[in-house]
């Protein structure tokens, strides 16, 4: 697969690990770099205010609770990201109905194509 020279930067939070796996596999074959693969609320919340990111992959629910504080600090910073639940509209606080989502169970397919729409390869 081709992709632009730049490589995106990705944060993914993830707390099922071969979920992690399938996402960061998928991110890597697409040329992107994986700023951090995190499973717990603290550090994502560190990683999402201090690290340089491009676009996130954010599982809904994670060890320390539910990751819209993530999804806060990213809305704030303007990076784009996809909410990764099995879980309907009803979950989702009204702010973030609106956000790119993957629907749990997923394919790699369906991860390629939120990566690509995220970073604007579409």
Same mark, same amino acid.
């Given at each position: 697969?081709?992709?632009?020279?730049?490589?995106?930067?990705?944060?993914?939070?993830?707390?099922? *690990?071969?979920?992690?796996?399938?996402?960061?596999?998928?991110?890597?074959?697409?040329?992107?770099?994986?700023? /951090?693969?995190? /499973?717990?609320?603290?550090? *994502?919340?560190?990683? *999402? $205010?201090?690290?340089?990111?491009? *676009?996130?992959?954010?599982?809904?629910?994670?060890?320390? /609770? @539910?990751?819209?504080?993530?999804?806060?600090?990213?809305?704030?910073? /303007?990076?784009?990201?996809?909410?990764?639940?099995?879980?309907?509209? %009803?979950?989702?606080?009204?702010?973030? $109905?609106? @956000?790119? $989502?993957?629907?749990?169970?997923?394919?790699?397919?369906?991860?390629?194509?939120?990566? $690509?729409?995220?970073?604007? %390869?579409?």
């Amino acid at each position: 697969m081709t992709s632009p020279l730049k490589r995106p930067r990705f944060l993914i939070v993830e707390d099922e *690990a071969l979920i992690a796996i399938t996402i960061e596999d998928t991110l890597n074959d697409l040329g992107c770099e994986i700023v /951090g693969s995190v /499973g717990k609320l603290e550090t *994502a919340m560190k990683l *999402a $205010r201090e690290e340089p990111i491009d *676009a996130a992959i954010l599982d809904v629910t994670i060890r320390g /609770g @539910q990751v819209f504080p993530v999804a806060e600090i990213l809305l704030e910073r /303007g990076i784009p990201f996809a909410l990764a639940s099995g879980y309907g509209d %009803w979950a989702l606080p009204a702010r973030l $109905r609106d @956000q790119l $989502r993957l629907t749990k169970p997923f394919t790699v397919m369906e991860v390629e194509k939120v990566v $690509r729409t995220l970073v604007g %390869w579409t």
